[in-house]
């Protein structure tokens, strides 16, 4: 039972256009969403995040915005670089305190970014 | 400040063996959680140690087991290795402060079961 689901397994874009990544979930107790950047033979690197009181969340070129009832996010990245080019990873985890460290992870998402 | 460390990178090891893994968490942070990546599965939750607590389990058999120490630091052990247990294995740290914390990951560690 897939709880989260990035049902492109890649995207292609032109350099400066707009990149968009999308993440549906199932679970409607997920309350806090991350997307992760990793690239080949290193860990995923934290990019931005969203709780679910939010519906936006902006830091620099990454947005991510939160529909709580269609259960989607996305995450926008403009203007995409070359160097955005990456796997990147939808995740989501419910509950406040110390039960909100078991994140769910999408399958993920190969975008490149072509000069 | 130094991020999360893991070792080590590569591990060939056979069927039956057992194998530890070590992680050190950015220096601060007190939550430790540990992944494993495959192709075919993709991320899943193994456990997360607070305190040097297990404060949460994912659904994985008992062969994988963990623990932390007072600095922080944690090691994961799988025993009776099997050959499905080839993955990347990921450990993220928290800073475990407020209602909602981000996950920062160490560059993994590459175990090959033969």
Redesign the interface.
Known sequence: DQQVKQNSPSLSVQEGRISILNCDYTNSMFDYFLWYKKYPAEGPTFLISISSIKDKNEDGRFTVFLNKSAKHLSLHIVPSQPGDSAVYFCAASKGSGGSNYKLTFGKGTLLTVNP | KAG?T?TPRYLIKTRGQQVTLSCSPISGHR?V?W?QQTPGQ????LF?Y?SETQ??K?NFPGRFSGRQFSNSRSEMNVSTLELGDSALY?C?S?L?QG??????????TRLTVL
């Open positions: 999360v893991q939550s959680s992944y993709g991320l899943q939750f997360e607070f404060r949460n994912g990921l993220a928290s475990n209602t909602y914390n981000e996950q920062f990951f160490g560059p993994g």
